[in-house]
Nanobody, 120 residues
Framework: VEVAESGGGLVQAGESLRLSCAAT???????IGWYRQGTGKQRELVAA???????NYADSAEGRFTISWDNAKNTVYLQMNTLKPEDTAVYFC????????????????WGRGTLVTVSS
């Protein structure tokens, strides 16, 4: 499985963006998460969704961001509303999946990231 992010850009504080994480390849995806890494900061989880629709959010994202999964398009979205300058970061998507060969292999795949910049 490979994932690719899109949808980043430059917005003003208070505006919205929707990020997309498109998954391709072979494997049963069990979980997709959105992470972000600001300049000089550690990468942190923003939101995640399981294949059966369970979601969890970082405190900073709760109430402003919504993660969703379009099974038909094999794409996970992160709708980000009321953006703040502190949301500025590179946003990464990670898929956890099971690849069946002789035995099931639990693997993960990261995208290259998409930059979100929020100006004040």
């Amino acid at each position: 499985v490979e994932v690719a992010e899109s949808g980043g850009g430059l917005v003003q504080a208070g505006e919205s963006l929707r990020l997309s994480c498109a998954a391709t390849g072979t494997g049963d995806i069990t979980n997709i998460g959105w992470y972000r890494q600001g300049t000089g900061k550690q990468r942190e989880l923003v939101a995640a969704i399981t294949a059966d629709g369970r979601t969890n959010y970082a405190d900073s994202a709760e109430g402003r961001f919504t993660i969703s999964w379009d099974n038909a398009k094999n794409t996970v979205y992160l709708q980000m509303n009321t953006l703040k300058p502190e949301d500025t970061a590179v946003y990464f998507c990670k898929a956890e999946f099971i690849y069946y060969a002789d035995l099931p292999h639990h693997l993960e795949s990261w995208g290259r990231g998409t930059l979100v910049t929020v100006s004040s």
